[in-house]
């Protein structure tokens, strides 16, 4: 079965700072999907950025963008020039490519904050 | 355009009660999940729905049922609810596959059981 791991329970970064929250997966698919959702105190489930397996290429959406291993199974988010806004839970995910990529498997989270 | 309408925001039940978490979609997509978000933890999907009328078990289905008359709609049923429900439960929306399509989610309904 998959598994998604982030091991950074809590992070903290200075605004205009840059940040980068880890995660691993495990999966013996070779095409598949990740993504890094932000929940806010709202609750609100906010994708922030998706990578697909297949692609060399690392995802980039403005000031966030992915370091995406894929033989080390490494998914990270780095977020540049830190804003208040950020602060949130992020999480990493993961959804096989043959399915919905709404079957999602979340890893337990990454609560960011953001010292002024 | 009000996206994923979740029903309601907050409910207490006693054990052994049973409830409907109603959820419901206007952007006419065929795929549907509920997922449910245990304190200090990630979402874990508990049923979805490809289309009306088909609808399947995700990684946590015990103690829920699901139906799927209309596309709009998936409500989520509790029958016999036990502590261990207690959670906030979201609902998500979504198109056919598609790799450059967004899943929408509602605001999610808070769950006590007591």
Same mark, same amino acid.
């Given at each position: ?33 990740? &993504?890094?959702? *932000?929940?806010?105190? %709202? ?9 697909? #397996? !297949? ?19 490494? &998914?990270?988010? *780095?977020?540049?020039? %830190? ?9 990493? #995910? !993961? ?22 | ?114």
């Amino acid at each position: 079965a998959q598994t998604v791991t982030q091991s950074q329970p809590e992070m903290s970064v200075q605004e205009a700072e840059t940040v980068t929250l880890s995660c691993t997966y495990d999966t013996s698919e070779s095409d598949y999907y990740l &993504f890094w959702y *932000k929940q806010p105190p %709202s609750r609100q489930m906010i994708l922030v950025i998706r990578q697909e #397996a !297949y692609k060399q290429q690392n995802a980039t959406e403005n000031r966030f963008s992915v370091n995406f291993q894929k033989a080390a199974k490494s &998914f990270s988010l *780095k977020i540049s020039d %830190s804003q208040l806004g950020d602060a949130a839970m992020y999480f990493c #995910a !993961y959804s096989d490519y043959g399915g919905s990529q709404g079957n999602l498997i979340f890893g337990k989270g990454t609560k960011l904050s953001v010292k002024p | 355009n009000a996206g994923v309408t979740q029903t309601p925001k907050f409910r207490i039940l006693k054990i052994g009660q049973s409830m409907t978490l109603q959820c419901t979609q206007d952007m006419n997509h065929n795929y549907m999940y509920w997922y449910r978000q245990d304190p200090g933890m990630g979402l874990k999907l508990i049923y979805y729905s490809v289309g009306a009328g088909i609808t399947d078990k995700g990684e946590v289905p015990n103690g829920y049922n699901v139906s799927r008359s209309t596309t709009e709609d998936f409500p989520l049923r509790l029958e016999l609810a036990a502590p261990s429900q207690t959670s906030v439960y979201f609902c998500a929306s979504g198109r056919k596959d598609r790799v450059d399509e967004k899943l929408f989610f509602g605001s999610g309904t808070q769950l006590s059981v007591l």
